[in-house]
């Protein structure tokens, strides 16, 4: 009963999704992966092959999960086999659809390979048995009288059906185990060409850990080589004769014995495994954590240093100039850190909401490029990039997807040196759009290539940290392709060797052309009114004075309170809101505002630390029409004020 080796059906269009299924088992208990790209291929496969367990993609060229789950219905032998449909991130309605079609669960893309052995295992092991167990099992004996003995025994009584082969040396029984390998082996200790021990000693090298359950078969009086045998490694010994009545259950004991030490095995070194990954987890978050206070460090050094140079240098305004360009550089600098810490978190968690769109895939590549071709003249490294003439249609989130190419293009120009080469590539490849970006850099060593999308995975780790970085980039891209519906893989021949980062999104049909739209901007209206409603005073009046250059009147308050009785008093037709204000927060604060007749026309903007899709929710709920997470660009506060501005 060959119960430890498990078949499992692979049924997606997609070559990266599947090589992540054979990885996920690589390592683990002893599992067949068969594969195919189509519904028919995977009904055919499951036809033929009697898999324990089908994973299955919800969407595939030729049918969806539930066609495929109807016809596996119509087509299976019961027990029912278990299917797991995959989906993407938030994808919830097309996993009930599955579950009520037939399916046993479902997996998110992008599932680590821990996630993807519980759930098949606990596919398989709630599936009821068959109601009928066969054992295969191989006599080894040269007495054909004892040889028909143990046919007749193991055939009678019992729901179990075991079949028999027969061998008369033990070069024969050797040879009929290696081409099929049986459950059980009843194995004679004499025999013509050798003894049991030495048969078993074979059979042990012939299968290593992958052990069947031997029992010897000794005469009357030969204890000795009974205890001889079971030392060398049999399950277990029988003497011939009268006892021999129970053969059925005594085989069916060591069959189960065997698996069950099989099991027992697979099962610690899944937890050696799984502990191993933790450890590697941990170390990972503590390098990441000592590399976030290094970050974090760099860019808080040159302010520190601008601030004292204002101080000594206030009425040289070269040097000034100088240390305003160095403060908003890094500024800029710990913004975006913030801004992958927090993006990470909500990728993670599948709380990203994508604004999708139909747009073409060629020409945000293009823009993207252009956009950062200055970095890349600075640095010394070439750029270019290749792309059809026609445009590539897919359905995405435009600042999302940019944010991946930019991620890509930062990287290879971080690890690429002067005198190098990116090169940019969009194409479409039957249903799938594409896009690759190689670089001649530093390349990626083999043991880093598998994790480089993983949480706090870096691919800098000298101590200068010269290339800089979080390491969280790769691991948004990823969750961010998901959510697409695409697929993304890092290829690298070694260290020194470059790099080669491709994406694989769902490719659309050429839409419907569109009448453009034009919008028009408006700029503030003489004597329109801001109040700014924060506590830090700091950020309160460099706030104020970039309004106020920007045309606006301006009031500041430095809590609820104070912010209310300003409003009533002064009659704004903007208030710009901290959050956590002391006392009062900005949630009351608008709450109050908006029960106010006389403020019912004032826009109010959030302007805050907490960037999540609830936090800005509660923000809306509260009377809020816009969220800006700190600290806001001041390029987008004007524009939640100027878009909606109107003459008084």
């Not at 204890?223 to 085989?251: I, N």
């Not at 600042?399 to 690890?415: E, G, M």
């Not at 004075?545 to 009031?555: A, I, K, N, P």
């Not at 009062?584 to 604060?589: K, L, Q, T, Y």
Request: net charge negative; aromatic share 4%; glycine share 8%.
């Amino acid at each position: 009963m060959d119960e430890h080796r498990y078949k499992i059906v692979v049924v997606d269009d997609s070559p990266e999704d599947r090589e992540a299924f054979r990885r996920a088992f690589a390592h683990g208990p002893s599992v067949d992966i068969l594969e195919a790209a189509t519904g028919e291929q995977g009904l055919l496969l499951c036809a033929t092959t009697s898999p324990d367990c089908v994973i299955l993609d919800h969407r595939l060229p030729d049918m969806e999960a539930v066609g495929f789950l109807a016809s596996l219905a119509r087509g299976s032998s019961q027990p029912p086999i278990p299917v797991l449909v995959l989906t993407g991130q938030g994808n919830e309605s097309v996993a009930v659809r599955a579950l009520k079609a037939g399916a046993h669960d479902y997996l998110v893309k992008g599932a680590t390979a821990e996630e993807i052995r519980r759930a098949v295992r606990a596919a398989i092991e709630r599936q009821p048995l068959a109601t009928e167990q066969s054992y295969r099992v191989v006599v080894i004996e040269d007495s054909p009288e004892d040889r028909e003995s143990f046919r007749r025994r193991l055939s009678q009584g019992g729901p179990e059906r075991f079949e028999v082969y027969e061998a008369e040396t033990g070069e024969e029984g050797i040879a009929l185990c290696r081409s099929f390998k049986p459950d059980c082996v009843l194995l004679d200790y004499g025999l013509p060409d050798m003894n049991g021990i030495e048969v078993l000693a074979k059979l042990n090298e012939e299968f290593g850990g992958d052990k069947i359950a031997v029992l010897i078969l000794t005469g009357q009086g030969s204890e000795a080589l009974a205890v001889r045998s079971l030392k060398a490694g049999a399950e277990d010994y029988l003497v011939k004769g009268p006892a021999v009545d129970g053969l059925r259950q005594t085989v069916r004991s060591a069959v189960e014995k065997v698996a069950l030490r099989r099991r027992l095995e697979a099962e610690r070194r899944e937890v050696l495994r799984s502990r191993n990954e933790l450890a590697q987890a941990d170390r990972r978050k503590d390098e990441f954590l000592a590399m976030l206070a290094h970050e974090l460090r760099n860019p808080l050094a040159p302010i520190k240093n601008a601030l004292h140079v204002l101080k000594l240098r206030g009425g040289d305004w070269k040097a000034v100039e100088q240390a305003r360009e160095i403060m908003d550089r890094q500024v800029g600098h710990l913004a975006r850190l913030v801004d992958d810490l927090l993006d990470v978190s909500r990728t993670m968690q599948g709380k990203v909401k994508l604004k999708m769109e139909r747009l073409d895939l060629a020409r945000l590549v293009r823009q993207c490029v252009s956009d950062n071709r200055g970095a890349f003249d600075a640095a010394g490294v070439g750029l270019t990039v290749e792309s059809p003439t026609i445009p590539v249609w897919i359905t995405g989130d435009a600042t999302r997807l940019a944010q991946i190419v930019d991620n890509f293009l930062s990287n290879a120009l971080k690890f690429t040196n002067p005198g190098g080469a990116v090169e940019v590539v969009v194409g479409a490849e039957g249903d799938r759009a594409t896009l690759s970006v190689r670089d001649n850099g530093i390349g990626i060593d083999p043991e880093t290539l598998p994790t480089v999308f993983d949480l706090f995975a870096q691919a800098d780790k000298s101590l200068d940290r010269s290339r800089g970085g979080l390491g969280l980039g790769l691991t948004i891209v990823k969750s961010l392709v998901t959510l697409h519906g695409g697929s993304v893989t890092a290829r690298s021949e070694g260290l020194g060797r470059g790099a080669e980062m491709t994406v694989s999104l769902p490719l659309e049909q050429e839409p419907p052309a569109l009448a453009p739209v034009v919008r028009t901007r408006h700029i503030p209206s003489p004597g329109r009114r801001v109040l700014v409603i924060e506590d830090n005073r700091d950020a309160a009046e460099s706030l104020r004075m970039v309004l106020q250059m920007s045309g606006y009147e301006v009031r500041v308050a430095h809590n609820g309170k104070e912010g209310i009785r300003s409003a009533a008093d002064w009659r704004p037709h903007a208030v710009v809101c901290d959050i956590g204000l002391p006392e009062m927060d900005g949630f009351a604060v608008a709450r109050h505002l908006r029960a106010d007749p006389r403020a019912a026309a004032v826009r109010l903007i959030a302007v805050t630390g907490y960037g999540r899709e609830e936090d800005a929710a509660k923000a809306r709920e509260a009377g809020f029409d816009d969220h800006l997470v700190k600290p806001p660009e001041a390029e987008a506060l004007l524009e939640k004020l100027t878009w909606q501005d109107a003459p008084a």
